[in-house]
């Protein structure tokens, strides 16, 4: 199985930060990677799939980037709302595995 | 848009199998778009793929729990569902059903969850 590796665990940051999330695969996976947002209660939410491209109706304050074994989810200024779990994902091969999980906390 | 709904017990006893249920509406089950997934988080826990159907039968499913898992897909109800057979308290989570997309590698639509307590 792929395992993928997700830092930090937990940041805090504040409003109109700029936030990186970083996603390991323990082997190459080229730009099969996605992001999901999780809210307590709720369920997860696609921002980003195959690295980089953004889900229709995101805020175009996420991005993704990265292939092979890197990858990085970026917010380039927080907003109130983002506040909340993020995972990734690799879809290169079965079985589908997570990352960990990023809780991004308020400053 | 599709949505998607699981139904199902909510308290299952120790060494008995779990049915769940996912209905989908806005759109066809029958989709060649989709496979049909299931998804599970532990309280306080991260995400664990438990496997994924197509609606012609083919089925991928975690190695970790292939020996207990049945994902079947029942077109004339437009829905598909989760047997977990064997089950202790490890197993309790809430349970997802999710779209997933082999040509974009993502689960793009989610149902609301359903919380399964294991516990006698």
């Known amino acids: 199985d792929i395992q993928m590796t997700q830092s930090p665990s937990s940041v805090s940051a504040s409003v109109g930060d700029r936030v990186t999330i970083t996603c390991r695969a323990s082997?190459?996976?080229?730009?099969?990677l996605a992001w999901y947002q999780q809210k307590p209660g709720k369920a997860p939410k696609l921002l980003i799939y195959?690295?980089?491209s953004l889900h229709s109706g995101v805020p175009s304050r996420f991005s993704g980037s990265g292939s092979g074994t890197d990858f990085t989810l970026t917010i380039s200024s927080l907003q109130p709302e983002d506040f909340a779990t993020y995972y990734c994902h690799q879809a290169n091969s079965f079985p589908i595995t997570f990352g960990q999980g990023t809780r991004l906390e308020i400053k | 848009q599709l949505q998607l709904q699981e139904s199902g017990p909510g308290l299952v006893k120790p060494s008995e199998t779990v049915s769940l249920s996912c209905t989908v509406s806005g759109g066809s089950i029958s989709s060649s778009t989709y496979h049909w997934g299931w998804i599970r988080q532990p309280p306080g826990k991260g995400l664990e793929w438990i496997g994924s159907s197509y609606y012609s039968g083919s089925t991928y499913y975690n190695p970790s729990l292939k020996s207990r898992v049945t994902i079947s897909v029942d077109t004339s109800k437009n829905q598909f569902s989760l047997k977990l057979s064997s089950v202790t308290a490890a197993d309790t989570a809430v349970y997802y059903c999710?779209?997933?997309?082999?040509?974009?590698?993502?689960?793009?639509?989610w149902g609301q969850g359903t919380l399964v307590t294991v516990s006698s």
């Open positions: 999710a779209t997933y997309s082999g040509s974009e590698g993502n689960f793009e639509y």
């Open positions: 195959a690295a980089s």
């Open positions: 082997q190459g996976i080229s730009s099969w």
